[in-house]
């Protein structure tokens, strides 16, 4: 009926045009609109956005009525009013507000972007610089390297951390330089010691390894084997060439790793082609500072001539004074009446008495003692327990074990000899055939050789012992010191991994700079500005990591056994380890077991034995290679085995006894002083595990840790 567009007066509309459907859109059309309903956006001409609302006309009653009108009243609707208005200055508004605000977003954008590559310039990479020059600082033998500390963040807490490292590093250094100087004085003096009672001892004295070859023997060894020369006789190779029946050999053996001593053992040996001798052996077990066995001492003493004196008054023997007279052992006789009847040429030769002198009279105690006294054989004849042991309670008296009714004992005599003799003697009682004691005799054993060997093998052990234990108070010291010289010879390549991540962040950084200077950022690139965002926050994050594990693995620790699990720790072993695997063109494989139980051990001691021979490994393949660390469980040994297996040189077969032994090194001078596998096989033993090597040259080595899934209770 009316439109300002007078194009538009006439036409007819249908009830699909867009301003109709609002009501008749629906099988019953509607009566009442709500203002939502009645107003809609369009596109107008020039894809201009237009807002058009619709307004039915209802026939009021004065429409229907009125002489103008001529509308039934039925009709409720009598049409339909529609203004439409233009928004572009309202568009115009929007644009406007959008490109400020996204001018303003870039603005703060570069702000925050600026301040944060800022505080990374002056508060993280400043100072680790300043780290990476104090760590070259740190292996001179000038002053110790001390870092300024400005702030108290991590950066902070690890120039603090370093601090500590370096004064203490300065100060062992000092006292382990000192303590190995006092060491080596004390060893020499040992030595010196031992050798002069090695080579004095009238007995044959030999060293042999754990398998019996010889290492070293005495004068009187030398001697008793029948040589000319030591070179001679350590040509003898093994020691159980010399013992013609091989079954005493091995019980000799087996008796010393069974207890740890052997004493008194009669064997025949070989000394020369044609030559043999009975020999009395007695020996003990030598170990190290590790309580590793090391080698066996023997003590042989050639007895030939008194088995022959034995045998032969066993086999010639037709009156009680042949044999006693015959005899090689100091032996005397009192008879009933406490009298000297016997007194044989030993016995002279023992005591200085003659026999002329003593014999029908009972002064017996002349030979021993300055003045009269009972002596074993009066105890005996008198059938009196307490006389013996108000004389011989601490002369180590004990009844026989052979002989019943005898007696044995030990006592110094110090007016035999120039020096005084120690003497076994053993009194027995001689019955008549009704079984009455008629007489006793008595034998002398000159054992004073013997004991004052005895003793001083006894104090030599105790000084080894005494200096063991000194040892052990330092091994501490000494993992201590170790683990700090690792992480001083990781420094620089852990910071050059640090400054990886940092310079990609920096990167980022200037990529990001360069895509907001273009413009308008397109929702697609803001998905890309999320990607760099992420990485950057990754790589922040894992610089914070790597700076907590050098904290934690460079500060001294008490040492706490308790379940840990061994994949844990070789994980984070090799997370300090892997840029120096990777610089050095190595190619790590991992082959864990899953599920494996717990091992209780202290986690850090554990942690650095690994890295110790995982740096092994990877200096081994200077030209690169393959670096396999395998783990598993060994269900019948209840143990877990770490293997360690890498493509190197290998080692030589000669070297691989020493191979664990404190400054033992095959690398060239300034490459290592020999520590690192020493100190990893303490950490192993004292967790009561073991460490297995094979290696041969050029086909690489490979290093087998066993460590028990819980600690036995009695180790």
């Given at each position: 009926?009316?439109?300002?567009e007078v194009?538009?007066?006439?036409?007819a509309?249908?009830?699909?045009?867009s301003a109709c459907?609002v009501?008749?859109?629906?099988?019953?059309p509607?009566?009442?609109?709500?203002l939502?309903?009645?107003?809609?956006?369009?596109?107008?001409?020039?894809?201009?956005?237009?807002l058009?609302?619709?307004t039915?006309i209802?026939?009021?009653?004065?429409c229907?009525?009125a002489?103008?009108?001529?509308?039934?009243p039925?009709?409720?609707?009598?049409g339909?009013?529609?203004?439409s208005t233009?928004?572009?200055?309202?568009?115009?508004?929007?644009?406007?507000?959008?490109?400020?605000?996204a001018?303003?977003?870039?603005?703060l954008?570069?702000?925050?972007?600026?301040?944060?590559v800022?505080?990374?310039l002056?508060?993280?990479n400043?100072?680790?610089r300043r780290?990476?020059q104090?760590?070259?600082?740190i292996?001179?033998?000038?002053?110790k390297?001390?870092?300024?500390?400005?702030?108290?963040d991590?950066?902070?807490?690890?120039?603090?951390a370093f601090n500590?490292?370096?004064a203490?590093?300065y100060?062992?250094?000092q006292?382990?330089?000192k303590?190995?100087a006092?060491?080596?004085?004390?060893f020499r003096?040992?030595?010196?010691?031992?050798?002069?009672?090695f080579?004095e001892?009238?007995?044959?004295?030999?060293?042999?390894?754990?398998?019996?070859r010889?290492?070293?023997?005495n004068?009187a060894g030398i001697?008793?084997?029948g040589?000319?020369?030591?070179a001679?006789?350590?040509?003898?190779?093994?020691?159980?060439?010399?013992?013609?029946n091989q079954?005493?050999?091995?019980?000799?053996r087996d008796q010393i790793?069974?207890?740890?001593?052997?004493r008194?053992?009669?064997?025949?040996?070989q000394v020369?082609?044609?030559?043999t001798i009975?020999?009395l052996i007695?020996?003990n077990v030598?170990k190290?500072?590790q309580s590793q066995?090391i080698g066996y001492?023997l003590?042989?003493?050639?007895i030939?001539e008194?088995?022959?004196?034995?045998?032969a008054l066993v086999?010639?023997?037709?009156t009680?004074?042949g044999?006693?007279?015959?005899?090689?052992?100091a032996?005397?006789?009192?008879?009933r009446?406490?009298?000297?009847?016997?007194?044989?040429k030993?016995?002279?030769?023992?005591?200085?008495e003659?026999?002329?002198?003593?014999?029908?009279?009972?002064?017996?105690?002349r030979?021993?003692?300055?003045?009269?006294?009972?002596i074993?054989a009066?105890?005996i004849?008198?059938e009196s327990?307490?006389?013996?042991?108000?004389?011989y309670r601490?002369k180590?008296?004990k009844?026989?074990?052979?002989?019943p009714?005898?007696?044995q004992?030990?006592?110094f005599?110090p007016?035999?000899?120039?020096?005084?003799?120690?003497?076994f003697?053993?009194a027995?009682?001689?019955r008549?055939?009704e079984g009455k004691i008629?007489?006793?005799i008595?034998t002398?054993?000159?054992?004073?050789e013997?004991?004052?060997?005895?003793?001083?093998?006894r104090?030599?052990?105790?000084e080894?012992e005494?200096a063991?234990?000194?040892l052990?108070s330092?091994?501490?010291?000494?993992i201590?010191?170790?683990r700090l010289?690792?992480?001083?010879?990781?420094?620089?390549?852990?910071a050059?991994?640090?400054?990886?991540?940092?310079?990609?962040?920096l990167?980022y950084?200037?990529l990001l700079i360069?895509?907001?200077?273009?413009?308008?950022?397109?929702p697609e690139?803001?998905k890309d500005i999320?990607?760099?965002?992420?990485?950057?926050?990754?790589e922040?994050a894992?610089?914070g990591?790597?700076?907590k594990?050098l904290?934690?693995?460079?500060?001294p620790s008490v040492v706490?056994?308790?379940?840990a699990?061994i994949?844990e720790?070789?994980?984070?072993?090799l997370g300090?380890?892997i840029h120096?695997?990777?610089?050095?063109?190595?190619?790590?494989v991992?082959d864990?077991?899953?599920?494996?139980p717990?091992?209780?051990?202290?986690?850090?001691?554990?942690q650095?034995a690994?890295m110790?021979i995982?740096?092994?490994g990877?200096?081994a393949?200077s030209g690169?290679g393959?670096?396999?660390?395998?783990s598993?469980?060994l269900?019948?040994?209840?143990?877990?085995e770490?293997?360690?297996?890498d493509t190197?040189i290998g080692?030589?077969?000669?070297h691989?006894?020493?191979?664990?032994?404190?400054?033992f090194?095959?690398?060239?001078?300034?490459k290592?002083v020999g520590?690192?596998l020493s100190?990893?096989y303490?950490?192993i033993?004292?967790?009561?595990?073991?460490?297995k090597?094979?290696s041969?040259?050029?086909?690489?080595?490979?290093?087998?840790?066993?460590?028990?899934v819980?600690?036995p209770?009695?180790h």
């Amino acid at each position: 009926m009316y439109s300002s567009e007078v194009r538009e007066i006439g036409t007819a509309l249908t009830k699909q045009d867009s301003a109709c459907t609002v009501c008749h859109g629906v099988s019953v059309p509607l009566e009442k609109l709500s203002l939502s309903q009645r107003a809609r956006f369009e596109k107008g001409t020039g894809q201009k956005h237009v807002l058009s609302i619709i307004t039915p006309i209802p026939n009021e009653p004065s429409c229907s009525t009125a002489p103008c009108h001529a509308h039934s009243p039925q009709e409720r609707k009598l049409g339909l009013l529609e203004v439409s208005t233009s928004l572009v200055r309202i568009d115009q508004e929007i644009r406007r507000n959008i490109i400020n605000t996204a001018l303003f977003d870039l603005a703060l954008f570069l702000f925050i972007t600026a301040i944060i590559v800022g505080y990374i310039l002056f508060f993280v990479n400043r100072p680790i610089r300043r780290l990476l020059q104090g760590t070259q600082e740190i292996g001179g033998k000038g002053p110790k390297a001390w870092i300024p500390i400005h702030t108290e963040d991590e950066i902070g807490g690890l120039a603090r951390a370093f601090n500590e490292m370096s004064a203490r590093i300065y100060t062992y250094t000092q006292d382990l330089e000192k303590i190995v100087a006092e060491r080596t004085d004390d060893f020499r003096k040992s030595e010196e010691k031992y050798r002069l009672i090695f080579q004095e001892s009238q007995n044959g004295i030999l060293l042999t390894n754990p398998s019996g070859r010889l290492l070293d023997i005495n004068l009187a060894g030398i001697t008793l084997l029948g040589q000319d020369s030591k070179a001679e006789a350590l040509e003898a190779g093994n020691v159980s060439s010399l013992f013609i029946n091989q079954s005493d050999w091995t019980s000799v053996r087996d008796q010393i790793r069974r207890s740890g001593l052997v004493r008194d053992f009669e064997s025949q040996l070989q000394v020369q082609e044609a030559s043999t001798i009975e020999a009395l052996i007695s020996g003990n077990v030598l170990k190290d500072s590790q309580s590793q066995v090391i080698g066996y001492m023997l003590l042989i003493k050639d007895i030939t001539e008194q088995k022959k004196a034995e045998r032969a008054l066993v086999k010639g023997k037709k009156t009680i004074e042949g044999i006693l007279e015959g005899s090689p052992i100091a032996t005397f006789v009192v008879d009933r009446s406490h009298r000297v009847i016997h007194w044989n040429k030993a016995c002279e030769l023992l005591t200085g008495e003659k026999a002329a002198e003593l014999i029908g009279t009972n002064e017996q105690w002349r030979a021993f003692y300055p003045e009269p006294r009972p002596i074993l054989a009066d105890g005996i004849l008198e059938e009196s327990y307490p006389l013996l042991q108000q004389f011989y309670r601490d002369k180590d008296l004990k009844e026989s074990p052979i002989i019943p009714g005898a007696y044995q004992a030990e006592d110094f005599f110090p007016s035999l000899g120039e020096r005084g003799r120690q003497l076994f003697f053993l009194a027995a009682p001689i019955r008549d055939p009704e079984g009455k004691i008629q007489a006793a005799i008595t034998t002398l054993q000159d054992v004073t050789e013997q004991r004052r060997s005895e003793r001083v093998i006894r104090q030599n052990i105790q000084e080894i012992e005494r200096a063991y234990e000194e040892l052990k108070s330092t091994q501490e010291q000494l993992i201590q010191s170790a683990r700090l010289a690792s992480l001083g010879k990781l420094a620089a390549t852990i910071a050059h991994e640090i400054n990886n991540p940092i310079a990609g962040v920096l990167n980022y950084i200037k990529l990001l700079i360069k895509i907001f200077s273009k413009g308008a950022v397109s929702p697609e690139r803001l998905k890309d500005i999320q990607g760099f965002l992420a990485i950057m926050e990754k790589e922040t994050a894992r610089c914070g990591e790597i700076v907590k594990n050098l904290l934690s693995f460079s500060r001294p620790s008490v040492v706490r056994k308790e379940p840990a699990p061994i994949n844990e720790i070789i994980e984070q072993a090799l997370g300090i380890l892997i840029h120096k695997i990777e610089i050095s063109g190595v190619t790590l494989v991992r082959d864990l077991g899953p599920d494996l139980p717990p091992v209780t051990c202290d986690f850090k001691q554990i942690q650095q034995a690994l890295m110790n021979i995982i740096i092994n490994g990877v200096e081994a393949m200077s030209g690169g290679g393959t670096l396999t660390i395998a783990s598993r469980f060994l269900p019948k040994e209840k143990m877990i085995e770490v293997e360690i297996r890498d493509t190197g040189i290998g080692i030589p077969k000669e070297h691989l006894d020493n191979l664990f032994e404190p400054f033992f090194s095959t690398k060239a001078e300034g490459k290592g002083v020999g520590l690192g596998l020493s100190v990893s096989y303490g950490i192993i033993h004292k967790h009561h595990g073991l460490i297995k090597v094979e290696s041969a040259p050029g086909k690489g080595t490979t290093f087998r840790v066993h460590l028990p899934v819980q600690e036995p209770a009695n180790h």
